[in-house]
Nanobody, 115 residues
Framework: QVQLVESGGGLVQAGGSLRLSCAASGLIFTVYTMSWYRQAPGSQRELVAS???????NYADSVKGRFTISRDNAKNTVFLQMNGLKPEDTAVYLC?????????WGQGTQVTVSS
C-alpha cells in the first residue's frame, strides 16, 4: 500500500532552519505532484508548497523566499528546506501525493518555532 513517511521536524528558535523529508513507497513517485501542507491548532490545513512531475513549484505567499521544495525521484523523496523560521510557522507539516483521482497523506511531523 501507499506510505508517506515524514521526518525532520523538531523544535527550533526563530530564525533557524529545518529540513523536512517525506519518503514515499507503494506508488509511481515520478508521476505524482508532491506537496507539503501544514495545520496549526485551531486552524485549517493550508498548502505550503508543491512540486509537479516536471519540477514546477508553487509556494504560499507566507513562505516565499524562505522555504524551498525539491524532490529526488531516484529516492522517492520530497524535501522542504525551511529557513528563517518564524513562530507563526509552528504547525504539523504533512506530506501529500496527488495524481489524477488519487490523493495520499502522511501522518505529519511537528515543527515548533520558539520566539
Amino acid at each position: 500500500q501507499v506510505q508517506l513517511v515524514e521526518s525532520g521536524g523538531g523544535l527550533v528558535q526563530a530564525g533557524g532552519s529545518l529540513r523536512l523529508s517525506c519518503a514515499a513507497s507503494g506508488l509511481i513517485f515520478t508521476v505524482y505532484t508532491m506537496s507539503w501542507y501544514r495545520q496549526a491548532p485551531g486552524s485549517q490545513r493550508e498548502l505550503v508548497a508543491s512540486i509537479t512531475r516536471t519540477d514546477f513549484t508553487n509556494y504560499a505567499d507566507s513562505v516565499k523566499g524562505r522555504f524551498t521544495i525539491s524532490r529526488d525521484n531516484a529516492k522517492n523523496t520530497v524535501f522542504l528546506q525551511m529557513n528563517g523560521l518564524k513562530p507563526e510557522d509552528t504547525a504539523v507539516y504533512l506530506c501529500n501525493a496527488q495524481y489524477v483521482g488519487m490523493n495520499y497523506w502522511g501522518q505529519g511531523t511537528q515543527v515548533t518555532v520558539s520566539s
